[in-house]
Each structure stands twice: as C-alpha cells, then as structure tokens.
C-alpha cells in the first residue's frame, strides 16, 4: 500500500525538472488541520510501490521515454518541414524570400513559451493535463493552417501551433526524471537530444519530396494534422500521469476514500501555494539571473544557440546554391539526403562509441555519477569538423563547380551538427536547460530571416566564410567546458550540486 507517516517525519517532496529530485524541500502551513483534521498522516512510495512511476515495467518506462521523445521530434519536425513547399508558398500567397522564412520563424519562436509556461503548469497539474490540450489545440491548429485564405492566417497558426507544441519541450526531459533514477537517465536523455535535432533536419526532406511529387502546399499541414492527431490520442489513451507528487496525491486521494480517514494527505495536497510574483519569479526571472551568473552555461548556450541557428540557416542556404546555381528543380530532393545521411549516422556512433565509453566510465566513477564535462568528448571532435564543413560548402559552391562537391559537406555537416547539439546538450541538460532552450530557440528563429539575405548580399562562398569563421572561434569551448567545468561548477551558486545529477 506504500508507506505513511507522520507529518513531522517528512522531510521533502521532489520536483521532477530538478535533477536533484529528493532533496526538494517543502512548506508545510503552520495551522495543518485542514478540514478539521489533525495528526496528518503523509502518504509516500516504497521501496517497491507499484504506483511509483520509477517501479513501472521496464519496457513501459521506455515506452514512455521515446514517445515523448517523438513527440519532441514532431514539433522541430512540423518547424522545418514548410521549408520544402517554399516554392509555392510563395506564388500561392504572393510573398517574397524573407516572408516565406516567416512560417519557420514564427513556428520556432512559439517554443519560447515552452520552459516558461507549459513546464510550471505540468508541475501544478500533471504531465498529462497540459499535454493533452496543448495537442489537442496544436492537431486544431495545423487544420487551420492547412485552409488558411490569406498570409495573416497563416503565420498566425503557425505562431500558435508553435506555442501549442511547445509544451513537449520541457515535459520530455521532466517525464524522464519522473521515471528513471538518476543513474540510469543518460540513455534516455541521448535519444531525448538525438529526436531534437533531427526533426528540424529530415522536415525540409520530407517536405521536399511531397512538393516534388506534385503535391499542393495544404497537404504538408493535414500531414502534420494526422501527426499531431495521432499523438494526441496515444497521449490520451497510453500515457499514464508520472509526476511522482501528483501522483502520490491522488493515492492519498484513494485511501481517503477507502478507509474514511481524512488524514492521510500527500506532500503535494500540504505545500503552500506560491503567490503570483514568486512563481513568475521562477519561472521568467530565476533562470535567466542564474544564466548571467554562470559562464560555463553562458558558454554552453551561446554554443548551442549558434549550432542550431546555423541549422535552420542552411536550409535557406541550400537552394541559393542548388537552385539558383545549378538549377536543380528541387534543392530539397537532391541535397537534403546527404546531410541527413550525416545526421542519421549519429546512432550509429552512439551505439559503437559513446554509449561503450560511457559504461566505462561509469564502473570508474561509480557509485558516483560520472561528471558532465565526461559528455562534451564527441563535441571536441566535432567542433573542428562543423568548420571545416563550411568552408567545403561554401568554395565548392561555384555553379562552375560539379555540384557533388558542395553536396557531399552536407554529410559531414550533418554529423558534426548533430554530434555538437546531442551532446553539448547533454551537457546542458545536467544543468539550466529551460533557460539554454529560451535562448536557443530564439536563435533558430532568427537564422533564416537574415540567412536569405546574407548569402545574396556576400555571395555562398563569402557568406559561409563569414560563418566558418565564427565557428572556429567557438572551437576552444568544448574544449574549455571540459577542462575548467569542475572548477566552474565547484564555484557555481546555482548548478554545483544539479550538475552532479
């Protein structure tokens, strides 16, 4: 039945977007007789409680972890995948370059609202009370886009089937801390990390064969409806609620009932509600005061921020080099599989490399956990190659040149933008990641509404100079994370002990 005590036995109740999850602590109000009921007895798991999510079967558990991966997956996916009707777009609602990035921008920009809204939500009320409207409206929303009459109402719905998504984006982290100890998570956050990137990579793929087989632009918007519907009901019928508080709630909830005693209550049912000004506090202010104070998540996000702007630039990069230069009808349809090619092949890493190294690595450090800065190996290795990826593409981006030259940095471009975002990732997860997100998010907006202009303005080759250059300056920071973040983290006021988790 679980275990009950006491109140003044209590010590605590975890938050489950914190990584040190039990020891959260809690405030219980002063007069505790609610209801005329005193001796409170609080509810908690055991050891082998089968209503604690950490003790549900193995494969559920994973079940539950790679779908809200994927579902992290459809929204980076429904944010790119316009991309691939561009063409259309444009004649269809008479827009020029800068307007059509619009449907990107406005679509990335709606995950800012992701870590500062849904995340506190699904902390007040359970993953599952935000996921299932926020899907709902978001399923809504790509039918709205999809009969759209004119430009307002579409990057309108693109604004809100943004936000709407957006709600995936602190969850899934938030449901793998509900469901796996701290030891065992690594795996999980690798696919959580790998499925975020890769979205935005195959969506102008996808998007790009659909236009190339003649398909009008509606139908990339019912195919996000079918997508989005389709996660709207498995959240709906198979996901179980796994915030641990809400649902050791619920459980004191049912021995109210069964036993008629009043007294038994779960932390959650006793902590003191937070005023308005504390919980914007925490939620908009807390993350980004921490942020300025930090120089290794400063770094860090800074770095992300880049990778995954740089991400969303090439695909306004790519048909001014394929298209406009090699007069490819469809840039998407010839480009695109080598940099997924690249992108895809980062499991195959993981599985033969990272993943090896890292048990390792754990039996060495064991029984602590393995430090974070153990995570950026892969990025120190990629950084260089990212570089090196933009130079290739950018002085073989001559129309005199054969456009295979050009087309192949698209391989090592995807490897090396997946391999720095996975795992410098990584490395944030262990730490601020909801403010890392805010920033990066912001970044990926802004990308391509200059991205068109700048490889006209300076032409591919300069243009990707320009980049390459940037991004050999932020060579040394992986390098740099790993060699001075256990200093940094010694230091920290915020992340000394949540890195360590």
Excluded at 410 to 423: E, K, S
Aim: aromatic share 14%; net charge neutral; hydrophobic share 50%.
């Amino acid at each position: 039945m679980g275990s009950i005590s006491p109140a003044p036995e209590f010590s605590g109740y975890e938050s489950p977007l914190s990584e040190k999850q039990d020891k959260s602590e809690v405030s219980v109000p002063e007069d505790s007789d609610q209801d005329g009921v005193s001796d409170i007895i609080i509810v908690s798991f055991s050891d082998n409680d089968a209503d604690d999510p950490r003790n549900w079967s193995g494969w559920y558990r994973w079940y539950l972890s790679i779908f809200d991966c994927f579902l992290v997956f459809t929204t980076t996916f429904a944010s790119s995948v316009p991309a691939g009707f561009a063409a259309q777009l444009l004649v269809h609602f008479h827009l020029d370059a800068e307007l059509v990035a619009l449907t990107i921008t406005l679509f990335v920009m709606g995950f800012c609202v992701g870590p500062i809204l849904w995340g506190p939500l699904s902390e007040q009320y359970g993953r599952r009370a935000v996921l299932i409207p926020c899907y709902t409206l978001f399923t809504a929303f790509q039918v709205s886009a999809a009969l759209s009459p004119n430009t307002a109402a579409i990057m309108t719905f693109r604004l809100l089937g943004g936000i709407t998504s957006s709600a995936a984006h602190p969850i899934a982290p938030a449901l793998i801390a509900d469901v796996w100890e701290p030891s065992t998570r690594e795996k999980a956050l690798t696919y959580l990390g790998f499925l975020s990137f890769i979205g935005p990579t195959l969506g102008p793929l996808i998007g790009g064969y659909m236009a190339a087989g003649n398909l009008r632009w509606q139908w990339v918007f019912w195919m996000l409806t079918i997508l989005a519907g389709t996660c709207t009901l498995l959240i709906t019928f198979t996901q179980k609620e796994t915030y641990r508080p809400i649902v050791l709630a619920r459980k004191a909830q049912r021995l109210r009932n069964e036993t008629g005693d009043p007294r038994y209550r779960a932390p959650f049912e006793l902590v003191q509600k937070s005023t308005i000004a504390a919980t914007l506090y925490k939620t908009l202010a807390k993350p980004f005061v921490m942020f300025v104070h930090e120089p290794a998540l400063i770094a860090t996000t800074a770095y992300l921020s880049f990778i995954g702007g740089c991400l969303y630039m090439m695909f306004e990069a790519f048909p001014i080099v394929f298209e406009e230069g090699h007069h490819f009808k469809s840039i998407v349809g010839w480009i695109s599989p080598t940099f997924p090619a690249g992108v895809t092949s980062l499991p195959i890493q993981y599985l033969c490399v990272t993943q090896p190294d890292y048990e390792r690595k754990a039996k060495r450090y064991a029984p602590n956990p393995v430090p974070p800065e153990e995570r950026l190996t892969m990025a120190i290795w990629a950084a260089p190659l990212f570089a090196i990826a933009l130079f290739w593409f950018g002085w073989t981006s001559f129309p005199s040149v054969n456009f295979w030259a050009p087309m192949m940095s698209g391989f090592l471009m995807g490897i090396a933008i997946l391999a720095l975002l996975v795992h410098v990732y990584s490395y944030a997860a262990a730490s601020a990641l909801g403010a890392c997100t805010v920033i990066r998010s912001i970044f990926g907006a802004i990308f391509p509404l200059f991205s068109t202009a700048l490889f006209r303005a300076l032409n591919p080759r300069w243009a990707s100079t320009l980049v390459g250059c940037v991004a050999i300056l932020m060579i040394p920071v992986p390098i740099l994370l790993k060699r001075y973040g256990p200093a940094l983290r010694a230091r920290s006021r915020y992340t000394a002990r949540a890195l360590e988790g």
